[in-house]
């Protein structure tokens, strides 16, 4: 009987029971100290040090290398590997029927426990699991008496990697230690395990049930008193009148009316982060093997994983664990979702790059579980492009998780459960958790945040809750499943549902919910907005490698269709293992720039290689393509005449070549046809290279004074822009358009700014508002003049120096023809936590710029009237980012940038990062980039602003051939489509490889009707998505109606007739009459 009301009191005393309060185990105050009561140690315990990376079967053979080795030893280096073998006997006394007997291994670290056969059998972890179940609790892999072996492999890392103090900033230790704490088996407790958890129920319902159910907490705490006065740990003749006590307080139930918590494991595992790609394969081994064990033992426990590559890892490594999970999908338990190769980064990627993804981790899903994923799963990114909905429905998923939009730092979202919308009108049934975690602990005051943060009560009444440790690996533990199953119905508790899965979460949610909401447009994460800058290179690698690879699939389909007449050299196994790097380096920790320094030494390795292969498939096509047009033409005899062009891009192209003959440099004018090519004898091209340099620079003592066809620019000496104005706009100077307009902040245009960059939190991921506060202008310090005299363009190099370790050269290029001015900047970066960013204040005014997105473009606003405009300071956007007002209009194009700004008349661009943590080496060296302005006399809409950005980032594809050419010749493989209408990709399909598959977007927000005209006679055309599944199963019929198609409006033996709304995404699989596999 409680004799006070002191709550507080109370409640601290309760933990004694739970946790001893830090008194010492022999005083026997809490039940955990009963779990574990008599030990056996090892017979014998020996270690195979410092091997590295060995499979199990290598670990075994070299068993005659093992030395002795004993509990207290501390072994290294960090990342390395030790194989140990140890053999027991379980003590014959050990033989009462209810004895649970289990291996206790603690190292520190991360490791996982095989049988002597090499099974993996479970994951350990030191701190979070530290056991494995030999006998009991359904399971007997042997009984008192007998003598069992075990191998561990122990991995030299921690569940977040190494560092020196814990602590990102601190720095990676490379040389860190893990002491062997515990290697025994031990008989377990299961009585006063079950004890302990019922009252830990009880105890953590009189401490959270207070807010909203005082009455059941106030119960709860007279109960769990009683409970401490009676219970004496150890004493289990006292056992049974606590369980009555609690039992008390577990049978009252909900109504039906109570919010209802769909709880699934999950085990979130970043595909490299803290710790390299090596180490993430064996998490995925060690954490899953855990989850099936768990399996065995709990019969109402379900999991759900994503990540395609992850599972492929798997399948490769612990075919045995693969195939154990195959069994457990089958019963509905072990749950694929995702849809996606993995979690990758939501807003850098490109849109093919995405749906890729959904392509080929669908793909992989079908083959090994029999189905495709519904639910899109991508908790953990940092913001979600608009275009996402589109993506997710073509790659035949209806549902969308995610959590991190909770992570918000200035505006709460409104919803959980709601309807996202893209920008082509595209909705998906969308539910963010309301415990904001993917990682819950099985804790009842997550459960209660699941009812009491759930924003949308009255249109539905569940939520999902996803438990188990994450982002390092680990997953659900037995006493989070212990936890939760004890919560099923208890009043006060939100209902908990167990051994449901995501998918029957969204199912039954969409059946039961009434008037969700709709959002519209991106999800903006508002946080981690570094991430558009930090490890520039890798970025830059990642645009190159989507464009090569464009190309590279388009030329070897031609070449498959007009040379080979069969897909014999299409080299698909190259892409696909080109696709899965690239893939797997979009994962949203590596992509963003947020691992640890070997993750980089990798992808650094890694992407020039993948450059060369696309590069060289590209050669390689276009040559066989050149010979096959011009076969009656080629001639042997070394002269290397006729400089072949082609031109991937859906519109006529034009281009000045730039090209060597004699040792003297010539720029020629051409046209190269839409999706064709053009072979230009020598003699040509010299008759109509260009003859006379029509620019002018002037220096006047103050500027240089530049004026070309269409501009007039003053650019100062220290390298910034002081006014261009666009001769086009005016016939006297003074009535023509000036560009650049003075600001607050900045006067002059290619203002190059450092910015000190120390986030609050989190380095490599965050660009704080406040970075905004402190600025150091660059002036340059030199500049040289270079004007070719039969060239197109005036070339004026600057060169600035930081400091003395960092310093930057640049080089304006300003064309006779084009009102486009080039930036061609090289940096040799070496700062400290600084970020490099380019402003132009502009003349004009508009409350919105259009962002180049995934397959389409975004408006986002100049203003900041609002808290939600407010938090957009620094916004991702690919290509470029227009500032448009009525008839005129400025761009900022890039080749490998991502993170802009745009306020007022101001517009900036993020160049460089350096922060220091996770990696302390991030963008230190030197770096090569391209931005360029482009002034247009339209809106944006009816500008040619997306394709001046794909010049700037798709170049012409050239080889010189031996030829009998006199004239030119121009060759079109498909004719030039609608300006509005951009191709994504044109590929071989992925199964038979004898159709054509070719994905199209619509990029300016506009209905239009378009026609696709091939160079080849096609037998059948259908519409697929993604995943190049027909919309209606069936093929489309050459000159019939496309009644199964939603889009085609007719078809002949060369044509596609079809129409497109605003931003649609459209994949069209074609099959030429010529081509075989």
Not at 163 to 188: H, I, P, Q, V
Not at 534 to 553: G, H, S
Not at 680 to 691: D, G, M, Q
Not at 918 to 928: K, L, Q, Y
Request: with cysteine.
């Amino acid at each position: 009987m409680m004799q006070y009301k002191d709550r507080g009191v109370t409640l601290d005393r309760l933990s004694f029971l739970w946790e001893g309060r830090g008194y010492r185990k022999q005083f026997k105050l809490s039940l955990k100290t009963q779990i574990y009561t008599d030990h056996a140690y090892p017979l014998t315990l020996k270690v195979l040090r410092n091997t590295g990376a060995i499979s199990f079967d290598e670990a075994k053979r070299r068993l005659n290398e093992y030395v002795d080795c004993r509990v207290g030893e501390e072994f290294g280096n960090s990342w390395d590997t030790h194989w140990f073998h140890m053999d027991f006997q379980i003590p014959k006394e050990w033989n009462a029927a209810a004895e649970e007997i289990h291996l206790r291994w603690n190292s520190s670290s991360e490791a996982m426990v095989y049988g002597p056969d090499g099974k993996p059998l479970q994951g350990l972890t030191g701190g979070s699991r530290d056991d494995y179940v030999i006998y009991g609790h359904g399971k007997k892999d042997a009984k008192p008496g007998d003598k069992i072996a075990f191998f561990v492999e122990m991995a030299c890392c921690g569940l977040f990697g190494n560092f020196r103090t814990g602590d990102m900033l601190s720095g990676l230790d490379m040389n860190k230690k893990f002491k062997l704490k515990e290697c025994r088996l031990a008989r377990f407790d299961r009585e006063t395990w079950e004890l302990l958890y019922d009252y830990k129920i009880l105890m953590d319902s009189a401490k959270h049930l207070e807010s909203s159910q005082s009455a059941r907490a106030d119960e709860a705490l007279v109960l769990a008193n009683q409970v401490v006065n009676i219970c004496k740990p150890g004493k289990k003749e006292t056992y049974a009148e606590c369980r009555e006590l609690i039992k008390k307080f577990f049978q009252t139930k909900n109504s039906e009316a109570q919010h209802t918590v769909y709880a699934v494991g999950h085990c979130h595992i970043d595909m490299a982060w803290l710790w390299p790609f090596s180490e993430t394969r064996r998490k995925g081994g060690r954490s899953w093997s855990s989850q099936t064990e768990i399996m065995k033992q709990y019969k109402t426990f379900s999991f759900c994983a994503s990540t395609a590559g992850l599972y492929e890892w798997v399948q490769k490594d612990y075919p045995l664990l693969f195939e154990e999970i195959k069994k457990y999908n089958k019963e509905g338990r072990f749950q694929h979702v995702g849809g996606a190769w993995l979690e990758f980064d939501g807003y850098v990627p490109s849109g093919e790059s995405m749906a890729r993804q959904m392509l080929y981790g669908q793909r992989f899903f079908k083959q090994h579980f029999g189905s495709y994923c519904n639910v899109f799963f991508l908790p953990d990114t940092f913001g979600y492009s608009a275009q996402l909905p589109q993506i997710i429905r073509l790659g035949g998923m209806k549902y969308f998780l995610t959590q991190k939009i909770s992570w918000n730092r200035y505006n709460k979202f409104p919803h959980s459960s709601f309807y996202w919308k893209g920008i082509d009108g595209t909705s998906v049934l969308t539910h963010f958790p309301p415990a904001d975690t993917y990682c819950g602990n099985g804790e009842l005051h997550e459960v209660l945040k699941s009812q009491t943060n759930f924003k949308d009560k009255g249109r539905s009444n569940s939520s999902l809750y996803l438990f188990g440790v994450g982002d390092g690996g680990g997953g659900p533990t037995f006493e989070m499943v212990d936890k939760l199953s004890r919560m099923e119905d208890i009043a006060g508790i939100p209902k908990v549902k167990l051994g449901s899965s995501v998918s029957q979460f969204f199912k039954d949610m969409e059946a039961s919910s009434k008037n969700l909401l709709s959002w519209d447009g991106e999800l903006y994460l508002e946080l981690h907005n570094g991430t558009y800058t930090t490890q520039a290179n890798n970025k830059k690698y990642n645009r190159m490698c989507e464009l090569l690879m464009r190309d590279a699939e388009m030329f070897a389909a031609l070449r498959s269709i007009y040379v080979d007449k069969s897909s014999k050299n299409y080299p698909k196994d190259m892409f696909d293992d080109v696709w899965k790097k690239m893939m797997l380096f979009h994962f949203h920790d590596v992509l963003p720039g947020t691992c640890i320094r070997l993750v980089y030494e990798v992808t650094d390795k890694e992407y020039p290689v993948m450059v060369d292969k696309l590069r060289t498939s590209i050669k390689q096509s276009t040559k066989a393509l050149a010979e096959h047009l011009l076969e009656k033409h080629v001639v042997r005899d070394g002269s290397r005449n006729t400089l072949v062009v082609f031109n991937s891009l859906s519109y006529d192209r034009k281009a000045t070549i730039e090209w060597v003959s004699g040792g003297i440099k010539h720029y020629t004018k051409v046209q190269i046809k839409a999706f064709g090519c053009a072979a230009y004898p020598e003699r040509f091209l010299l008759e109509n290279e260009i003859k006379q340099n029509c620019s002018t620079v002037q220096d006047n003592g103050k500027y240089l004074e530049v004026e070309t066809q269409l501009l007039k620019i003053q650019i100062a000496y220290n390298g910034k822009i002081h006014s261009i104005k666009d001769k086009t706009t005016g016939k006297e100077e003074e009535a023509m358009r000036e560009v650049i307009a003075p600001g607050e902040d900045f006067s002059e245009g290619n203002t190059l700014c450092i910015h000190n960059d120390v986030p609050l939190y989190w380095d490599a991921w965050d660009l704080w508002i406040y970075y905004q506060e402190s600025k150091t202008v660059l002036d340059a310090i030199s500049h040289s003049v270079d004007v070719p005299e039969n060239g197109d363009r005036i070339c004026i190099e600057f060169k600035y120096s930081i400091n003395a370790t960092s310093s930057i050269t640049q080089t304006m290029i300003i064309y006779m023809d084009k009102k486009k001015i080039d930036f061609r900047t090289v940096v040799d970066w070496h700062e400290e936590h600084k970020v490099l960013r380019v402003y132009f204040p502009l003349n004009l005014r508009s409350d919105f710029v259009t962002c180049d997105i995934q397959s389409g473009n975004l408006r986002r606003p100049t203003t900041a009237n609002t808290s939600w405009e407010m938090a957009k300071y620094e916004v991702c956007s690919h290509k470029f980012v227009d500032y448009s007002e009525g008839s005129y209009g400025v761009a900022l194009l890039n080749d490998c940038k991502y993170g802009y700004s745009a306020r007022g008349n101001l517009l900036g661009m993020s160049l460089l990062k350096s922060s220091k943590a996770p990696s302390e080496v991030a963008d230190m060296g030197r770096h090569e980039f391209t931005y360029s302005l482009y002034m247009h006399d339209k809106n944006f809409e009816s500008s040619d602003v997306a394709e001046e950005a794909l010049e700037l980032n798709i170049k012409i594809r050239k080889q010189w051939f031996s030829t009998n050419l006199t004239e030119a010749k121009h060759f079109q493989f498909v004719e030039a489509m609608k300006p509005n209408v951009v191709l994504d990709a044109f590929k071989l399909d992925e199964e038979e490889r004898k159709h054509v598959v070719m994905r199209v977007h619509e990029n300016m927000g506009a209905e239009c009707c378009n026609r696709i005209g091939f160079g080849f006679d096609v037998k059948k055309t259908a519409e697929v998505n993604i995943l190049e599944e027909p919309a209606a199963h069936e093929w489309e019929l050459v000159g019939e109606e496309a009644e199964n198609s939603k889009s085609i409006l007719k078809t002949t033996k060369n044509e596609i007739f079809h129409k497109m709304h605003p931003f649609q995404i459209l994949t069209f699989k074609v099959s030429p009459s010529n081509l075989s596999n």
